[in-house]
Antibody
Framework: QVQLVESGGGLVKPGGSLRLSCAAS????????MSWIRQAPGKGLEWVSY????????YYADSVKGRFTISRDNAKNSLYLQMNSLRAEDTAVYYC?????????????WGQGTTVTVSS | DIQMTQSPSSVSASVGDRVTITCRAS??????LAWYQQKPGKAPKLLIY???SLQSGVPSRFSGSGSGTDFTLTISSLQPEDFATYYC??????????FGPGTKVDIK
């Protein structure tokens, strides 16, 4: 079935780095744009980054620009988020989601999320 | 950047009630708006796209309307499984996909 599975979350000290992965299955990954979205504890959803199907177009939220890097490997059906210079305010559950152009870029498939905690 | 607001921030309702949630964009976004439902500890679920199109598998008691800057999500007859937090999200600005702050629907 259509599925996204995130991994790579954990506890990291301020200033540290972490790389999140999102494994896609059940659909042609290379046909879809993808996004990372996060949710801090008890807070709302915050869009983090977006990558086009080929990887040629990338956008970031101002809050992570210059620190986070999104990438994808279509041969491995995988999406990544390299997070550097992490701050306490980056603590959140991180979700990957499929952007469906046919649905006006509605995010129609989500992973279960992976938790990132930034603390000393 | 386009900012999204939602009202109310929370609403208490009973099973069978009609519930309406409003979302407003700081500038016109045509029909580039989606609505999501999120239950505690779960990933969000797409309910409505293109402001008024019902996602496959979503019950018909959910409906969306609006265009430009003002949008509405309506639940015609609230069911027990509908108690959740609802978010709007704009996709007009392809550089940033902003979410609204959310509306929590809980039991009266």
């Amino acid at each position: 079935q259509v599925q996204l599975v995130e991994s790579g979350g954990g506890l990291v000290k301020p200033g540290g780095s972490l790389r999140l992965s999102c494994a896609a299955s059940g659909f042609t990954f290379s046909d879809y744009y993808m996004s990372w979205i996060r949710q801090a504890p008890g807070k709302g959803l915050e869009w983090v980054s977006y990558i086009s199907s080929s990887g040629s177009t990338i956008y970031y939220a101002d809050s992570v620009k210059g620190r986070f890097t999104i990438s994808r490997d279509n041969a491995k059906n995988s999406l990544y988020l390299q997070m550097n210079s992490l701050r306490a305010e980056d603590t959140a559950v991180y979700y990957c989601a499929r952007e469906n152009i046919a649905l006006y870029y509605g995010m129609d498939v989500w992973g279960q999320g992976t938790t990132v905690t930034v603390s000393s | 950047d386009i900012q999204m607001t939602q009202s109310p921030s929370s609403v208490s309702a009973s099973v069978g009630d009609r519930v309406t949630i409003t979302c407003r964009a700081s500038q016109g976004i045509s029909s580039w708006l989606a609505w999501y439902q999120q239950k505690p500890g779960k990933a969000p679920k797409l309910l409505i796209y293109a402001a008024s199109s019902l996602q496959s598998g979503v019950p018909s008691r959910f409906s969306g309307s609006g265009s430009g800057t003002d949008f509405t999500l309506t639940i015609s007859s609230l069911q027990p499984e509908d108690f959740a937090t609802y978010y709007c999200q704009q996709a007009n600005s392809f550089r940033i996909f902003t979410f609204g702050p959310g509306t929590k629907v809980d039991i009266k």
